[in-house]
């Protein structure tokens, strides 16, 4: 199981590592999204850190007709 405090600590990291790190973050987010034994308060605070995070990597990575 991935500590949560853990997962949100990385989710922090996202814009400061490489694209493989950072699809491995995701994925350890999505994990912990998906793990009802985690309380809620902590899957909102991750769900809400990992939705700014893709929000960021689709503005600055989309450019004219992309779609992402």
């Known amino acids: 199981m ?4 853990e997962v949100l600590e990385h ?3 996202l814009e400061k590592v490489d694209t493989v790190q950072s699809a ?7 994990a912990v999204l ?4 985690i309380s ?3 899957r909102r ?3 809400d ?3 700014r995070a ?3 990597l689709g503005l600055h990575t989309v450019t004219g007709d992309d779609s992402y």
């Open 2 to 5: 991935n500590n949560p405090q």
């Open 11 to 13: 989710l922090k990291q």
């Open 24 to 30: 491995l973050y995701r994925e350890e987010a999505q």
């Open 34 to 37: 998906a793990d009802d034994t």
């Open 40 to 42: 809620l308060k902590w």
């Open 45 to 47: 605070a991750i769900a």
């Open 49 to 51: 850190r990992l939705n």
């Open 54 to 56: 893709n929000h960021d």
